[in-house]
């Protein structure tokens, strides 16, 4: 189901752009307008354009389901109630004792980062926990814990506190947080269950890694 939204999303993008492009083309050169692109063959098929989304990671290349990414990788998703497609890239982690005044309930925050974009003509988001989706860490013995557990959702990065629907073509950068044990905190795979129910699972390094960590380690001050 989900290849099958990511792929009739991408095909509706790029026909989309192809007749703006068409559109535009004509203006330019004062043509008839959209009566010359249903006249003859397209200009391009969606397939070759480069508007044309491809789905990522292990959806795209058949690899086994559950399969997880490297750190960093982006993976192309459906969006909340499976309207639009979102680019996911988990970008910098960060262990933190303290997160602003909070401290964490079993001992350990781990903050990451995500940078998030729209490829889709319509605004996407993060399918909602509420709705079957959302974030959990699981550690390396299988135990499973949700983002903004413990006194996890205490803790607020100003720069990082976005939400709502992403417009077509822009990106956000959000933050996750979980509340780990020490045991948990040794790195582990973090789940992202999409507007589908399907998951997309990256591994998540055991020590602070990432371009934002020292930003991230100063929005956690005090």
């Not at 989900?2 to 050169?29: E, F, I, M, Q």
């Not at 974009?117 to 709705?131: Q, V």
């Not at 860490?137 to 709502?164: C, F, H, I, M, T």
């Not at 822009?170 to 795979?189: E, I, Y």
Request: aromatic fraction near 4%; charged fraction near 20%.
């Amino acid at each position: 189901m989900r290849k099958n939204l990511l792929a009739a999303a991408a095909v509706a993008t790029a026909v989309g752009c192809l007749a703006l492009t068409a559109c535009n083309d004509d203006a330019k050169s004062g043509g008839t307008g959209p009566s010359q692109v249903t006249s003859g063959k397209p200009a391009s098929s969606p397939a070759t354009s480069p508007a044309t989304a491809r789905p990522t990671g292990p959806a795209a290349s058949g690899g086994p389901k559950g399969a997880a990414l490297a750190f960093g990788e982006p993976s192309r998703t459906v969006g909340a109630g499976t309207v639009g497609i979102l680019e996911i890239t988990p970008t910098t982690v960060v262990y933190a004792k303290e997160g602003g005044r909070t401290v964490p309930q079993h001992g350990t925050f781990a903050v990451v980062t995500l940078l998030e974009k729209s490829l889709s003509a319509n605004p996407a988001d993060e399918e909602a926990p509420a709705k079957g989706g959302g974030w959990r860490w699981v550690a390396a013995d299988g135990q499973s814990v949700p983002a903004g557990n413990g006194n996890a959702a205490k803790v607020v990065l100003e720069k990082y506190r976005n939400s709502g629907g992403i417009a077509p073509g822009a990106s956000q950068v959000r933050a996750k947080v979980f509340d780990l044990t020490p045991a948990q905190a040794r790195g582990g795979t973090i789940v992202y269950t999409d507007g589908t129910k399907s998951d997309d699972r990256w591994k998540v390094p055991a020590v602070d890694s990432g371009p934002q960590v020292a930003e991230v380690k100063q929005q956690l001050k005090p």
